[in-house]
């Protein structure tokens, strides 16, 4: 990508980095223990790896992956306890502080543009808040996602599928179809099972079959 281009993408991921701050500034102690779609991490360690991701550059992640003997989980509670604060609202000062940094492991801009949109809503809907990403944000995803494995097997899950999103311009792949809102597709590409409902078309249940490890 050109300069001017992750330049553009920086500035979206700032405007998702704030408002995702402002739905955390609501939450009360109850809800930042809140189970989240990440796995078995709560609201916080799930911002405290956000935090973790704006903080960590190329070399500063090869260090830890060698520490962790390149054990990914590992490596992530690791980072998630040196980042998470004392209580909920110093992990959350730690995170505003970093809605403007352009510091990532890697130089794949929307792969971490996709982190905080996939981890916005993975913290989102089980609390029953909702906001859309703009179009404009979810467009750049949505082709890394489809085109490339990276921190999760997105390309792999969509191969030989076609995608099409119903409220942007997105289209990509052959094969059976597989529709809807754009979010419902990122979030799918990045293993959320829970998108599919939104989803419509043959593919639907060869991406099911896929994600629940019965389908090739």
């Known amino acids: 990508m050109t ?6 993408l920086w500035g979206l991921m700032r405007a998702e980095r704030e408002a995702l701050a402002e739905h955390l500034s609501t939450l009360t102690p109850e ?8 796995g078995r991490w709560d609201v916080e360690e799930v911002v405290a790896h956000l935090v ?25 509670q690791r980072r998630i306890e040196e980042y998470r604060g004392r209580t909920p609202n110093e ?9 403007g940094s352009t510091t990532t492991p890697s130089s794949d801009v929307p792969a971490y543009l996709g982190e905080v949109l996939v981890h916005a809503q993975d913290i ?6 909702s906001r859309t990403p703009s179009v404009e944000a979810l467009i750049p995803v949505a082709e890394f996602f489809a085109s490339r494995d990276f921190a999760v097997n997105s390309h792999r899950l969509v191969r030989g599928l076609s995608l099409r999103a119903t409220d942007g311009p997105f289209n990509t792949g052959t094969g059976p179809m597989v529709s809807g809102p754009l979010l419902a597709l990122v979030m799918t590409m990045a293993g959320r099972a829970l998108y599919l409902e939104e989803l419509e078309g043959p593919g639907v249940s060869i991406l099911r079959a896929r994600m629940e490890g019965t389908g090739g």
């Open 3 to 8: 300069k001017s281009q992750n330049i553009h």
């Open 31 to 38: 809800q930042w223990r809140h189970s989240t779609l990440c």
């Open 52 to 76: 973790a991701v704006a903080s960590m550059n190329q070399l500063r992640w090869l260090r830890s992956m060698i520490g962790a003997r390149f054990r990914v989980d590992v490596h992530n």
């Open 91 to 99: 992990t959350l000062d730690r995170f505003r502080q970093l809605v």
């Open 124 to 129: 989102r809907r089980p609390l029953g808040m």
